[in-house]
């Protein structure tokens, strides 16, 4: 690292585990430090590559049959304890009722927090890069015909491009980014110094409420309208970005 920070506390700011003080801090150094940019772009990365790697391996059979060996081979336990083992077991089914209950009752809530947590990491990271040099945009451009047209030829679906200068948000250009797995266009205004990134996909539902969360400091939008899926980001002001999510849903 070019700086006299400690290493990790690009780490624990990666990890949102400083504090809110220290994490508005840690940001402000992270716009003007290429040294820690350069080490939190490689932690995105790699906690990408982590993510859709196959770090896995099948247990081959011989280790199933050893293990049934190994269970045969105990002997049956002794008569007199068997109602003591008995009232175990059945202390033990019961707890396992209890959480099989609540697996079933709340598998919706958890799996929507798991997944609100794991996109706005995500998305922020992805806001995070398109910062470093030379890396916003791939085609330049304050014409939204001209992004258009080098919109469709890079992905495989059409969406609306507008500029809104006169509302204080002007296109700046646009690029193809990957968000969780998947290959998505990004669309990017400017608010007098402030960057905004809106990351648009195809989705399955044709519309959809608005859902709204932060990240270090970070703002996201994320809503559906027309098949598509959008979310706009950055470290603006809510009002301000809730300016844009209007604009772009009109």
């Known amino acids: 690292m070019s700086c006299d920070l400690e290493y990790s506390v690009v780490h624990s700011y990666f990890d949102g585990e400083l504090s809110a003080i220290r994490a508005a801090e840690f940001k402000h150094h992270l716009a003007h430090c290429s040294g820690c940019m350069d080490q939190f772009a490689t932690l995105s990365s790699l906690r990408g590559s982590l993510k859709y790697a196959r770090l896995y391996e099948t247990a081959p059979a011989s280790l199933r049959l050893k293990i049934r ?14 109602p003591l083992a008995w009232r175990g077991l059945a202390g033990a089914i019961g707890v396992f009722l209890v959480v099989l ?10 799996k929507e ?8 990491a995500e998305i922020v990271d ?13 085609v330049n451009s304050t014409d939204p015909e001209t992004v258009k047209a080098w919109f469709a030829r890079q992905v495989k679906f059409a969406f609306p491009v507008r500029d809104f200068a006169t509302d204080g948000f002007a296109l700046q250009g646009g690029r193809v980014d990957i968000v969780q797995g998947r290959t998505v266009a990004a669309l990017v205004y400017r608010n007098r110094e402030q960057v905004f990134n809106v990351f648009i996909w195809r989705a399955r539902e044709s519309d959809g409420s608005a ?6 400091g970070y703002q996201w939008i994320d809503w559906r309208k027309d098949s598509l899926e959008f979310c706009t980001v950055s470290e603006a002001a809510p009002s301000d970005l809730e300016r844009l999510h209007r604009l772009l849903s009109e």
């Open 69 to 82: 060996w190994d269970l045969q081979s105990a002997g049956p336990t002794p008569s007199w304890s068997l």
């Open 101 to 110: 209950i609540l697996w079933r009752v709340i598998p919706g809530v958890r």
């Open 113 to 120: 927090e798991d997944y609100q947590a794991e996109f706005a």
């Open 126 to 138: 992805a806001h995070l890069r398109s910062l470093l040099p030379g890396q916003i945009t791939n």
């Open 211 to 216: 859902h709204t969360g932060t990240r270090q």
